[in-house]
């Protein structure tokens, strides 16, 4: 298994402008989270999924962000319009029920 | 103080010395686990330990869990330059589902 999949792996962009994070999740996982990390506030559960149902969403910092799952093998972070304070490395993890996580890459985004 | 804290934050020691790391924790858990990340990586899940359990091995590694103090360490034996990294304790509660909960971390330096 190619374990989970997140692109791209680096995003620059300028405040205002659209920013989409992919996640392909490990295939048979269930369950699928979104976190963000800075030096600043460690690492953060922005929102997770179980069987591509939004469960909690209480961790996303307001509006600007939202995440989709459309199928069990695809997830979408999205931040609109983007910020310079959104700036982080954004990971994705998915897994088999409340067990161990299985971490992607990382997204790392810079807001200019 | 955010559920799963670690200690300490950073913890520098010899190829050869044994490591250990503390977390505390403030709700009661279904499961601690201990996660490594290794700089510019994603996390990589270690162990998990169950509410139930006392102690647990895995190769070098060795995890206790105290209900009692809400607390847990990790005990890496043995070490060897490639365990530099920063290590995490995660626990999730009775009511959270799949959600974890991360602590800040220990960055532990293991030097040649």
């Known amino acids: 298994d190619a374990g989970v999949i997140q692109s791209p792996r680096h995003e620059v962009t300028e405040m205002g402008q659209e920013v989409t994070l992919r996640c392909k999740p490990i295939?048979?996982?269930?369950?699928l989270f979104w976190y963000r990390q800075t030096m600043m506030r460690g690492l953060e559960l922005l929102i997770y999924?179980?069987?591509?149902?939004?469960?909690?969403d209480s961790g996303m910092p307001e509006d600007r962000f939202s995440a989709k799952m459309p199928n069990a093998s695809f997830s979408t972070l999205k931040i609109q319009p983007s910020e310079p304070r959104d700036s982080a490395v954004y990971f994705c993890?998915?897994?088999?029920?409340?067990?161990?996580?299985?971490f992607g890459p990382g997204t790392r985004l810079t807001v200019l | 103080s955010q559920q799963g804290e670690e200690d300490p934050q950073a913890l520098s020691i010899q190829e050869g010395e044994n490591a250990t790391m503390n977390c505390s924790y403030k709700?009661?858990?279904?499961?601690l686990q201990w996660y490594r990340q290794n700089s510019g990586r994603g996390l990589v899940h270690l162990i998990l330990?169950?509410?139930?359990?006392r102690e647990k091995h895995s190769g070098r590694l060795r995890v206790t869990l105290d209900t009692s103090k809400k607390s847990s360490s990790l005990l890496i034996t043995a070490s060897r330059a490639a365990d530099t990294a920063s290590y995490f304790c995660?626990?999730?509660?009775?009511?959270?589902?799949?959600?974890?909960?991360f602590g800040e971390g220990t960055q532990l330096t293991v030097n040649p």
């Open positions: 995660a626990t999730d509660g009775l009511t959270s589902g799949s959600r974890l909960t």
């Open positions: 330990i169950r509410s139930n359990e």
């Open positions: 295939s048979g996982h269930n369950s």
């Open positions: 709700t009661s858990i279904n499961n």
């Open positions: 999924f179980n069987n591509n149902v939004p469960i909690d």
């Open positions: 993890a998915s897994a088999r029920g409340p067990t161990s996580q299985f």
